[in-house]
C-alpha cells in the first residue's frame, strides 16, 4: 500500500514509537489548529425574519407587507461567510415566482410545480467562494403567496448563518429586505453587484441601520426597550469605561434617573437612589477597563436614566461592555424583573446564564428597540456539540491525565462548558427565534448521535473534577435513551430510517456504562450488555468472526460489509462494557464470548504494516487509521484486564499496530492521516473502497489515536510490572499469572 507520507516525514522517525510524545505532538496540532474562540456574539432583528423548526429561513413578504399587490417585487439579500471555497447544499421551497442569485449569478429559478405546491423542496447546489458570498433572492407576488423558505438542507449538522450586508449593518445577522417595487430592477439574465444592490437601484432595505429610536433620548429609555411595567419592575444596563490614563484619574458619571437607582463599578456599588433625580458619583479608578451596570427601577409615569461619565475633568464616552457584531450604542440591557437579581453584577452579566422573568427567558437587548443580543456558533471545530467531537475531547481528556498536562485538560473543558453552560440559552434561543443558532444537536436531541458520545466525553470530564454543573445535562442524555429513543419490539437501538449501525453501539454504551458507574442504577449497564447480544444477532457474520456495518430491516438482511470503522466502534465499546461490568453479572459470560471472537476475528485481519483495512477482508482496500486505533485500544484493554486466554499475540498485534500508525498515520507535525470520513452506509464494499476516501485530520480519528496511546501505555505498564490478569474461567473467576 503507497504511503500518506515519506518515511521521514513520520513522527516514529523523529521519535519512534514514543507514546507520550506522541500523544503530546497529536494533541499540540489539535488545539493549535482549533483555537479556543468563544460564541460569537452578533445583533439580531427580533423583526426580521425567523426560521422555521428545521432551520429554513421564512422569508415571507406577506408579513412585512400586508397590502402587497399582485405583480409586485420584493427582495431579500443576506451574506455568508465561508472559510474554504466548497458546494454547499440549500433547500428551496416557494410560494410565488423566486430566483436566487449567488455572488450575482443565478442559480434557482422556481418552477411553475414549485409556485403551485409549497410543500415541494428542491436542493440546489452552492458553489461557495472562500470569503463573502452574497445571497439575493428575487420573490415576486402571486394569488399563492409572496415569499420562500430556505436554509440548510442540514441544519442540525452544517447550519448557514446569513448575515446583513452594507455598512452600518455589517456583522448583524439575518437577512435584510427592500420596500416593493412595480418593475423588476434586477431583470433576469444580468449579473449583479453589491454596489447596483445598495446605491444604484435607489432601493430603500430593511431594518435600516438607525431604526428604532436610541435609549438614551430622555430619560424614559427603559419604557421604549421594555414598556410601562407595573410598580417595582426592574431592569439593568451594562456598560463600560476605559481609563486610558497610566496613573488612573478621577472618574464621574453624571446624568438623571426617573425611577430609583443602584450603579455598581466592578462589583462595587456606588450609588443607590429613590425617585426621579438628578445623578453624580466620583471615584479613583486606575489603568484599565470598568464595568459598570446599573439597576433601574420604574418611576410614577416612566423609567430609564441617562448617563455620562468623565475622566479627569473631561468627557470620555462609555464602551460597549461585550463585542457584539454589528451593534451600535454603549449599552446592553436586561429585564424586565419584578425584583432585583441577586448581587454581585458580576452574576449578572455572566453572558453564559439565562435569566427568568414571569414571562419566561430572558437575554439582554441593545440600545435600540426591537435588538437583541444573539450568540453564533461560527467556529470550525471549537465549541460544536457532535459525536465525533466527543471522541476527540476524550482523547484529549485522557491524554491530559497521562502527560499531566493541566493546559490540555483546560482546553477540553472550556469545549465542553461551552455547550453546557449555554444549554439553557440555547433551548430558550430555539423557542424565541424558531430554531437555535448554537448546540444545534443537542438542542435538536432526537438520536444516539447526537448524545452518546459527546456525554461520555462529559461523563469523563466529570470524573477527573466532580463538577456538579455537568449531571443535569448527563440526566438529560441518560434519560433520552433510556426513555426516547427508537427500538425494535427486543429491545434493541435502531434508526428512524429502519436500519440498525454497528455505529451505535459505540454512540449509546459506553455512555450506559459510564453513566453506571456514576448513579449506580444497574438498568443501565443491563442494557450496555444486552445491545451487544441484541446487535449480534442482527450484525454477526460467524464465518468470519466479525460485523456487518448495517443490518437493513425494510429488506431485513445486513448489508455483509465488513466496514473498519463500523467493527473498530463495536470492539472498542465492548471492551468499555465489559470493564464496567459488575463482576458475576449475568450477561458477563455471554459478553466474553462475543469479545473473544471478535478479538480472534480481527487479529487474523490485521495487514503487513500492522493496521486494519477499510474493507476488513479488501486488502486492497486503504489503511484506515481509525478501526486500527480501535482495534488496538480493544485488544489492549483484553490483554490488562486478563480477559483472553493466549494474550501473547493480540500485546504483539497491540505494539505492531502502535508502530503502523506512528510509521504510516502521524505525520511530524502531529497530522493524522487516512481516518475514514464521515460515511453512509451501502450494500457495496464498492462505495467503502472508492467513494468513502480518507481525510487528514478528521475528528473520527484524532481521538481514537490519543485513547488507544493511553491504554497501551496502560497495558505496558501493567505487563511491566511482571503479571498479567488471565480469566480461567468465562465467569471472571481471576489468576495472577507472570509473565
Not at 426592574?234 to 450603579?263: D, H, M, N, P, Q
Not at 455620562?308 to 462609555?318: F, I, K, T
Not at 467556529?379 to 460544536?384: A, T
Not at 459506553?510 to 456514576?518: E, I
Amino acid at each position: 500500500m503507497p504511503s500518506y507520507f515519506p518515511n521521514e516525514a513520520s513522527l516514529a522517525y523523529k521519535m519512534k514509537d514514543n507514546i507520550p510524545d506522541t500523544l503530546e505532538t497529536i494533541a499540540n496540532r489539535y488545539m493549535a489548529n482549533n483555537p479556543a474562540y468563544p460564541f460569537q456574539m452578533r445583533a439580531f432583528s427580533e423583526n426580521g425574519f425567523i426560521q422555521t423548526k428545521k432551520g429554513l429561513y421564512d422569508l415571507d413578504l406577506r408579513a412585512k407587507f400586508p397590502a402587497a399587490k399582485l405583480g409586485q417585487y420584493g427582495y431579500v439579500y443576506a451574506m455568508l461567510w465561508s472559510d474554504s471555497g466548497a458546494d454547499s447544499y440549500l433547500s428551496m421551497s416557494v410560494q410565488s415566482p423566486t430566483s436566487l442569485y449567488l455572488n450575482g449569478k443565478q442559480v434557482y429559478r422556481s418552477s411553475i410545480g414549485e409556485e403551485r405546491d409549497s410543500s415541494l423542496r428542491t436542493t440546489v447546489v452552492l458553489p461557495l467562494l472562500q470569503g463573502w458570498n452574497s445571497f439575493l433572492v428575487k420573490i415576486q407576488k402571486s394569488p399563492t403567496g409572496f415569499g420562500c423558505k430556505l436554509g440548510s438542507t442540514s441544519s442540525k449538522w452544517a447550519p448557514l448563518h446569513f448575515m446583513s450586508p452594507f455598512a452600518g449593518r455589517l456583522g448583524r445577522a439575518g437577512w435584510i429586505y427592500s420596500d416593493l417595487s412595480d418593475v423588476d430592477v434586477f431583470p433576469e439574465g444580468n449579473e449583479l453587484s453589491i454596489h447596483q444592490m445598495e446605491e444604484s437601484t435607489g432601493i430603500q432595505w430593511h431594518p435600516t441601520p438607525n431604526e428604532g429610536a436610541a435609549f438614551f433620548q430622555d430619560t424614559d429609555g427603559c419604557t421604549r426597550l421594555f414598556g410601562q411595567s407595573g410598580s417595582g419592575s426592574v431592569a439593568y444596563g451594562w456598560s463600560k469605561l476605559f481609563i486610558s490614563e497610566i496613573g488612573g484619574g478621577i472618574c464621574t458619571l453624571s446624568g438623571k434617573t426617573s425611577g430609583g437607582i443602584r450603579i455598581w463599578v466592578n462589583d462595587h456599588e456606588l450609588l443607590s437612589q429613590q425617585g426621579n433625580g438628578d445623578i453624580h458619583i466620583e471615584w479613583k479608578a486606575s489603568y484599565g477597563s470598568h464595568d459598570i451596570v446599573v439597576e433601574s427601577c420604574t418611576g410614577e409615569q416612566q423609567w430609564g436614566f441617562t448617563l455620562e461619565a468623565g475622566v479627569g475633568g473631561g468627557q470620555r464616552d462609555l464602551l460597549l461592555p461585550y463585542p457584539v457584531q454589528g451593534a451600535s450604542g454603549s449599552w446592553m440591557f436586561l429585564g424586565p424583573f419584578d425584583d432585583s437579581l441577586p448581587a454581585p453584577p458580576s452574576g449578572i452579566t455572566d453572558l453564559s446564564k439565562l435569566h427568568v422573568n414571569r414571562e419566561g427567558g430572558v437575554y439582554w437587548k441593545l440600545e435600540s428597540p426591537g435588538f437583541c443580543v444573539r450568540p453564533y456558533l461560527e467556529n470550525k471545530l471549537f465549541g460544536r456539540w457532535n459525536y465525533h467531537l466527543g471522541v476527540t475531547l476524550n482523547g484529549l481528556l485522557r491524554t491530559a491525565k497521562l502527560l499531566g498536562r493541566e493546559d490540555v485538560r483546560k482546553y477540553a473543558a472550556k469545549h465542553i462548558d461551552q455547550c453546557v453552560n449555554m444549554y439553557e440559552y440555547s433551548l430558550f434561543d430555539r423557542d424565541k427565534y424558531g430554531y437555535q443558532s448554537i448546540n444545534q444537536q443537542l438542542v435538536e436531541l432526537d438520536s444516539l448521535d447526537d448524545c452518546g458520545a459527546f456525554g461520555a466525553a462529559i461523563l469523563e470530564l466529570y470524573e477527573q473534577t466532580q463538577n456538579s454543573a455537568y449531571l443535569p445535562l448527563l440526566q438529560t442524555i441518560a434519560a433520552y435513551m433510556k426513555n426516547e429513543q427508537i427500538r425494535r419490539t427486543d429491545g434493541a437501538f435502531y434508526r428512524g430510517d429502519d436500519t440498525m449501525w454497528a455505529d451505535d453501539l459505540y454512540m449509546s454504551t459506553p455512555f450506559l456504562a459510564g453513566y453506571y458507574k456514576l448513579s449506580g442504577e444497574t438498568t443501565y449497564i443491563d442494557d450496555a450488555a444486552q445491545q451487544f447480544l441484541l446487535f449480534k444477532k442482527y450484525l454477526y457474520m460467524p464465518e468470519l468472526q466479525i460485523m456487518s456495518h448495517v443490518y437493513d430491516f425494510k429488506h431485513e438482511t445486513p448489508t455483509y460489509v465488513p466496514w473498519g470503522r463500523g467493527n473498530g466502534w463495536v470492539l472498542f465499546s465492548l471492551a468499555e462494557v465489559l470493564e464496567a461490568l459488575p463482576d458475576g453479572h449475568k450477561d458477563q459470560e455471554p459478553l466474553l464470548a462475543f469479545y473473544r471472537e471478535l478479538c480472534e476475528g480481527y487479529l487474523r485481519l490485521q495487514g503487513h504494516n500492522g493496521l486494519w483495512h477499510q474493507v476488513l477482508t479488501d486488502a486492497e482496500s486503504y489503511e484506515e487509521t481509525s478501526c486500527t486505533a480501535m482495534f488496538t485500544y480493544g485488544f489492549a484493554k483484553g490483554v490488562r484486564h486478563g480477559w483472553l486466554s493466549a494474550p501473547e499475540p493480540y500485546a504483539a498485534a497491540v505494539d505492531k499496530a502502535w508502530q503502523g500508525l506512528s510509521k504510516h498515520s502521524v505525520d511530524e507535525l502531529g497530522n493524522v492521516h487516512g481516518v475514514c470520513r464521515g460515511s453512509n452506509f451501502s450494500f457495496s464494499e464498492a462505495y467503502y473502497k472508492f467513494d468513502l476516501l480518507w481525510v487528514e485530520n478528521d475528528t473520527h480519528g484524532t481521538g481514537i489515536v490519543m485513547l488507544a496511546g493511553d491504554e497501551i501505555r496502560k497495558m505496558h505498564d501493567q505487563l511491566a510490572k511482571g503479571a498479567y490478569l488471565l480469566h480461567t474461567s468465562i465467569t471472571g473467576q481471576e489468576l495472577i499469572q507472570s509473565v
